[in-house]
């Protein structure tokens, strides 16, 4: 099976960056997914990382890496707009599975 | 707009009863995903079909069952409903239905169940 783990919460300023950490413990790895999600809309897709590195796309990056298992979702300059839930998300062979989502508070 | 609809946006059912949800995935992708969503929880995986052929099963119950059909929409059936089956259910498409191919969610399907 799939294990996945990430903060259940966090809060942040108005202008400030926010790390977001997800583990994972998965045979078959073959990529993770970040998806942001508004309470009560459906998952967004954020970013999409194979192999390991930074991928960088405006004010977010996410960070893989497989041997340890680990990815994290950095957002900058935050924003009042980037308050919502963060989920991690790993294939493996046909399975997609999502964490528990982390939900990011920004306070002005 | 994902392009994945789904219908109906809202429904309120007894408990014991059936339902049906719909899901139309984009124009083009093979592979449709369902999954649950309960009050400020996570989303469960259910079953994924891929080009009519069920491909990954998830926690999905006993009582649920679902199909994608030669046009490629997908039907997710729900029986006996019960309390907790309450929660928002979402569908999502992809291209090919492996690994590397983004997934794109509807809107959801909110089920409340009284």
């Known amino acids: 099976g799939q294990n996945i783990d990430q903060p259940t919460e966090m809060t942040a300023t108005e202008g400030a960056i926010v790390q977001i950490n997800c583990t994972y413990q998965?045979?078959?790895?073959?990529?993770l997914f970040w998806y942001q999600q508004h309470a009560g809309e459906a998952p967004t897709f954020l970013s999409y990382?194979?192999?390991?590195g930074l991928e960088e796309k405006g004010r977010f990056s996410s960070f893989l890496s497989r041997s340890k298992g680990y990815s994290y979702l950095l957002l900058k300059e935050l924003q009042m707009k980037d308050s919502a839930s963060y989920l991690c998300?790993?294939?493996?062979?046909?399975?997609?599975?999502f964490g528990g989502g982390t939900r990011v508070l920004v306070k002005p | 707009d994902s392009g994945v609809t789904q219908t109906p946006k809202h429904l309120i059912t007894a408990t014991g009863q059936r339902v049906t949800l719909r899901c139309s995935p984009r124009?083009?992708?093979?592979?449709v995903y369902w999954y649950q969503q309960s009050l400020d929880q996570g989303l469960q995986f259910l079953i994924q079909?891929?080009?009519?052929?069920?491909?990954a099963k998830g926690n999905i119950l006993e009582r649920f069952s679902a199909q994608q059909f030669p046009d490629l929409h997908s039907e997710l059936n729900l029986s006996s409903l019960e309390l907790g089956d309450s929660a928002l259910y979402f569908c999502?498409?992809?291209?090919?239905?492996?690994?590397?191919?983004?997934?794109?969610f509807g809107e959801g399907s909110w089920l409340t169940v009284v």
């Open positions: 990382n194979v192999l390991d």
């Open positions: 998300a790993v294939t493996a062979g046909n399975k997609l599975t």
């Open positions: 124009s083009g992708d093979l592979s």
């Open positions: 079909y891929y080009n009519g052929e069920e491909r």
């Open positions: 998965t045979s078959g790895f073959n990529g």
């Open positions: 999502a498409s992809s291209g090919f239905g492996y690994a590397g191919n983004t997934i794109y």
